[in-house]
């Protein structure tokens, strides 16, 4: 039974930058895509980035493009997401997940960490 747990969550004012990460355990992820979807308060949980099982292929949402970076360490079982020109439309709850296909459908993935907040201030 796998388990993801995210970290790096934090406050920081519009302009900055935070790296979330998302640790594996119980199982090993490297075949599976991985993703990160947020969830503001009030909507519902929405895509922001996933990446294929060895790191080569990455998309984004239309709204992080350019600013967020999802990368992938499969030695270390951990998945990235580097988050930079932070707005405060950014601030939720964001979630990692794997999945056995790249996908931007949360129904597609099958771990699910708890979630870390991001808040940023303006």
């Known amino acids: 039974q796998g388990q993801l747990e995210e970290s790096g969550g934090g406050v920081v004012q519009a302009g900055g930058s935070l790296r979330l990460s998302c640790a594996a355990s119980?199982?090993?992820?490297?075949?599976?895509?991985m993703g990160w979807f947020r969830q503001a308060p009030g909507k519902e949980r929405e895509f922001v980035a996933a990446?294929?099982?060895?790191?080569?292929?990455?998309y984004y949402t239309d709204a992080v493009q350019g600013r967020f970076t999802i990368s992938r360490d499969r030695p270390k079982n951990t998945v990235y997401l580097q988050m930079d020109s932070l707005k405060p439309e950014d601030t939720a709850v964001y979630y990692c997940?794997?999945?056995?296909?790249?996908?931007?459908?949360?129904?597609?993935?099958?771990?699910w960490g708890q979630g870390t907040q991001v808040t940023v201030s303006s």
């Open positions: 990446t294929n099982w060895d790191g080569t292929s990455s």
């Open positions: 997940a794997a999945g056995e296909l790249l996908e931007s459908v949360d129904e597609e993935y099958d771990y």
């Open positions: 119980g199982r090993t992820f490297s075949t599976y895509a």
